[in-house]
């Protein structure tokens, strides 16, 4: 026969088991975006390195933007309670002139990262320049592909983002495609990249 | 419930049901509760499913409030959709009002929850009735 003693041990036991099972409070809770001025990542592939840093703040169409430097290449981004936004715009060069068609944010991941969940939005304006309707179509669409435990970070979320910006003239589409796939860590940011030029992982990083 | 350490949520209201048994020592209780958040964005919803285990002194005007257990929690957004189970415990004080066989007792506590890899936690308010059979 079993004694309370015992018994009250086993139920506390087996309540504790039960509550270790994954890291559902850590992806609950923890910040996969730390863009704070300063902040950097260091990113490695076997033949390049990539320097991602959130550059000093700068306002775009009266809106705070957090710039973040690629390896050079500027994004700005903005960081909302339900999404992170990109800042995105599409000109038309005609006899010397630039035409701005579209200057808008759109979204390049909604948040809080969840498995499965996915996004799309799009920007669509047109311009009536020099006899002829210029149309340019900016589509992002994305997917949390899924999350892996990597020993040294925690649950690290995979997020696929496709990105197409045209530009359609009467005789003319240019078309820019840009497919990412990039994996962000709790409490650190950016793990890894992978783009057209191969895939970056993180070598070192310094976040407030 | 004003929560603590969860990055962007802001609230969320708690449901528990209790049975109570009265003790020598303490008043020990088998519960079960549902507590559920949103943050800004309306599409993403937290809701956590609990049993637990409490201790209290019910015959005393302010008693202590202690409660753990086995916590289930599924997170959705939109598409996405994500559970798991994590460990809670509760720490906290309530006050004993008796009527005749009534008891309303409002509890202010702290409840913390962990998997192992991260804490975070919920300050707290519940309002409570209990009858004596």
Known sequence: MISKELLRTGIFIILLCLGCGDNIIQRASSD???????????????????LVEIESLDTLLQIECLPVSYGGYTKYLVKNPD????????VYHFSGDEYTIIESFIERIELPL????????SLVDSMYIAGAWITAK?????????????????DVYNVDINTIEMVITPDTIYVDTIDVIES???????????????????IDYEVE | MPAVGFNDLNSGIAFSLYVNRHFNLVDLSLGAGVSYYTVENSAYTLYFYDMDIGFTKNNWLFSPAIEFGPEYTQRKHDTGDESGSAFYYSLGILVNFHLDKMRFYPKFYYKGTTDGQAHAGFIGVKLGVGYDF
């Open chain 1, 32 to 50: 996969y975006f730390k863009y704070r001025e300063g902040n950097w990542w260091q990113l490695a592939s076997d033949q390049d390195t990539i």
């Open chain 1, 83 to 90: 999404a992170l936004l990109e800042y995105a715009k599409a």
């Open chain 1, 114 to 121: 969840v498995d499965g969940n996915s996004w799309q939005d």
């Open chain 1, 138 to 154: 900016f589509y992002s669409a994305g997917l949390v592909t899924g999350f892996e435990n990597v020993a040294e970070y925690g």
């Open chain 1, 184 to 202: 962000y860590a709790p409490g650190i940011g950016i793990f890894r990249l992978e783009n057209d030029n191969g895939i970056f992982d993180l």
